[in-house]
T-cell receptor, first 112, second 111 residues
Framework: DAKTTQPPSMDCAEGRAANLPCNHS???????VYWYRQIHSQGPQYIIH???NNETNEMASLIITEDRKSSTLILPHATLRDTAVYYC?????????????FGGGTRLMVKP | DGGITQSPKYLFRKEGQNVTLSCEQN?????MYWYRQDPGQGLRLIYY???????QKGDIAEGYSVSREKKESFPLTVTSAQKNPTAFYLC??????????FGPGTRLTVT
């Protein structure tokens, strides 16, 4: 599975959009981009995933560049409860067992 | 109330003792996973099971054992052979989709 690179930390003002970047320059054609988040001392929570088209759900939007080498998770109106570590994960379609490889993630701090 | 439960939330053991962490799910998911998380780090896969009575080692299986006798349950035993057992342990399950759903975790401290 392709490796991902994320900034270690970011700040965002409450009510503003939070844009979390992820680089995955070695991604291959059948690998999906997944985003999870982990609020302190809790289990990770699935947010969204995509292959090449942009995706949106009730939690967030995922924008994947045309060359698929990077993506951005957008939380449109960040709240204090969105403070968490956000993990960008690339997983192969042929990944037996659907295993996830978690890197260090981005620690998002939403400030009032 | 559907979901994944892990118990207990906090567990303390003396060095040299085996300890078993519980993970139960009522989501009717086939696949289950155990991860370990150390402070400030991401999750690392210990074991996973795609179906009852079958399981595979993950990246850091040494010093751990699992069983999958029932679809709902995937207990993890941390043996005395695990050199650094103190960590946050997370269980997850996956259904027909590709996303994993995580339990609340068990924080194990071994002294």
């Amino acid at each position: 599975d392709a490796k991902t690179t994320q900034p270690p930390s970011m700040d965002c003002a409450e009510g503003r959009a939070a844009n979390l970047p992820c680089n995955h320059s070695t991604i291959s054609g059948n690998e999906y981009v997944y985003w999870y988040r982990q609020i302190h001392s809790q289990g990770p929570q699935y947010i969204i995933h995509g292959l090449k088209n942009n995706e949106t759900n009730e939690m967030a939007s995922l924008i994947i560049t045309e060359d698929r080498k990077s993506s951005t998770l957008i939380l449109p109106h960040a709240t204090l409860r969105d403070t968490a570590v956000y993990y960008c994960i690339v997983r192969g379609h042929n990944n037996a067992g659907n295993m996830l490889t978690f890197g260090g993630g981005t620690r998002l701090m939403v400030k009032p | 109330d559907g979901g994944i439960t892990q118990s207990p939330k906090y567990l303390f053991r003396k060095e040299g003792q085996n300890v078993t962490l519980s993970c139960e799910q009522n989501l009717n998911h086939d696949a289950m996973y155990w991860y370990r998380q150390d402070p400030g780090q991401g999750l690392r896969l210990i074991y996973y099971s795609q179906i009852v009575n079958d399981f595979q080692k993950g990246d850091i299986a040494e010093g751990y054992s699992v069983s999958r006798e029932k679809k709902e349950s995937f207990p993890l035993t941390v043996t005395s052979a695990q050199k650094n057992p103190t960590a946050f342990y997370l269980c997850a399950s996956r259904g027909a989709g590709s996303e994993q759903y995580f339990g609340p975790g068990t924080r194990l401290t071994v002294t």
